[in-house]
């Protein structure tokens, strides 16, 4: 298969990215379909911010651990029977692409309700136009953002998810995110399907997490919701040992040897010396994630 290499946008330092010629070709023609070169270069930018390991088309900003998408979704038993239902749908845009998902659209002043074929509220939709970003305001969305109106639709009327749909890039979000793998605000919480990128063989991704059955209680959603939260609970317990276990004893080590002392305060100090360089070196966020600082730097202190 033959390659291409994309460099670009913008920027001082614009991003070099490797794709097979379809995609490259693909990603062309949708930048090109913009209204406006500002546009153009706001959707290239999208469309390559991905993490290097993430497939093109598909972004993960949160709502589940990436690692699950990229290695466990695709070893799930329904992945190709899913992928079989998909690839029909990588061509259709708007509703057309709603309804082949398995929805019913109830259509409102500005906004949808997708429902089940039970009838079952699922979902809040918003099909954007050209000139609209999901998150960026707009006077048809009472100049609110499409997602913020969207969201308080969805609250207002208890329904879980919301669907922002844009030119084929179809995105989902959560009305909680207390089950997403991020540590986001909900508008910033979402998966996102860019159609016109996705390779064929990644048409699974499309039913596995929109579908109407996907947004099912119960359904597949939840489910990679799930496989995500122990993922990302058993890296952050490897994590946490590795680093109580090796690295702080290491610092600690290292202060002791540099300042001395060996009394029971010493030793508390050299461990909290340690502790301290460790914080100045890990992100925030990090450090709130996956060290749940304070109740733990209280534990190992009486521990050492």
Sequence with gaps: ?????????????????DLDREQ???????????????????????????????????????????HELLYGVPTRDDWEA???????????????LVRGLG????????????????DRAQAVAVFLQESEQADQPSSRFENQTPVTYALAHADRDNIPWVVAERSGSVRLYS?????????????????????????????GYLDLLFSSNALTEGGTVRQIQQASSIYTSSLSDR?????????????????????????????????????????GLIPLTAVQAVLNREALFAEHIQES
């Design 175 to 203: 009305t909680s995110t207390s089950g997403a793998a991020g540590q986001r605000g909900r508008t910033e919480t979402f998966v996102e399907l860019n159609l016109p990128l996705l390779p064929t063989e990644q048409a």
């Design 103 to 118: 929805y019913e659209i109830d259509q409102r002043a500005r906004h949808s309700v997708l429902r089940s074929s039970e």
């Design 24 to 66: 490259a070709e693909r990603l062309a023609a949708a930048a090109l379909g913009e209204p406006d070169r500002h546009l153009a270069i706001r959707f290239l930018s999208e469309a390559l911010e991905g993490e290097p390991d993430e497939h093109p088309g598909l972004r993960n900003k949160g709502l589940f651990a990436t």
């Design 1 to 17: 298969m033959s390659r291409a290499v994309l460099c670009g946008p913008a920027g001082d330092d614009p991003r070099v990215v």
């Design 239 to 279: 994590l946490r040992e590795r680093v109580y276990k090796q690295v702080v004893p290491t610092l600690a080590v290292a202060v002791a040897k540099r300042t001395g002392g060996t009394s029971e305060k010493d030793l508390e100090q050299h461990y909290r010396t340690a502790l301290t360089i460790l914080l």
């Design 82 to 96: 899913a992928s079989t239902r998909s690839r029909p749908l990588l061509g259709r845009r708007g509703q057309d």
